[in-house]
């Protein structure tokens, strides 16, 4: 039974692109690690916990904020990110 009820996919691909996925790096000696606010509730919170920890490590830490969890990060924020750091973070604390 359909009822008229049409289902739509929020990320406007037309068909699934499955992606590999990368590699972890085997240490973030070196490399600058991005830390991702992707604007839910206590995200900020649980980031500041991780800058903290990796500082303490010496690992270099940059931050990052969406302007609304309601929709992806803009591309120039994404683009901003993939130039600036190595490794990403994304803070969700559902």
């Known amino acids: 039974m359909n009822d008229g009820i049409q289902l739509l996919d929020p990320t406007a691909e037309t068909t699934s692109v499955r992606r590999e996925r990368r590699t972890p790096p085997p240490t ?6 991005g830390l ?5 509730a206590r995200g900020d919170t649980f980031l500041d916990r991780l800058e903290s920890h990796f500082a303490s490590r010496g690992v270099a830490v940059r931050r990052y904020a969406k302007p609304t969890n309601t929709r992806t990060a803009p591309v120039d924020l994404s683009q901003t990110i993939a130039e600036e750091v190595d ?3 994304d803070a969700l604390s559902d």
Not at 28 to 33: V, Y
Request: glycine letters at 14%.
């Open 87 to 89: 490794v990403v973070v």
């Open 28 to 33: 973030l000696e070196g490399m600058t690690l």
């Open 36 to 40: 991702l606010d992707i604007g839910k």
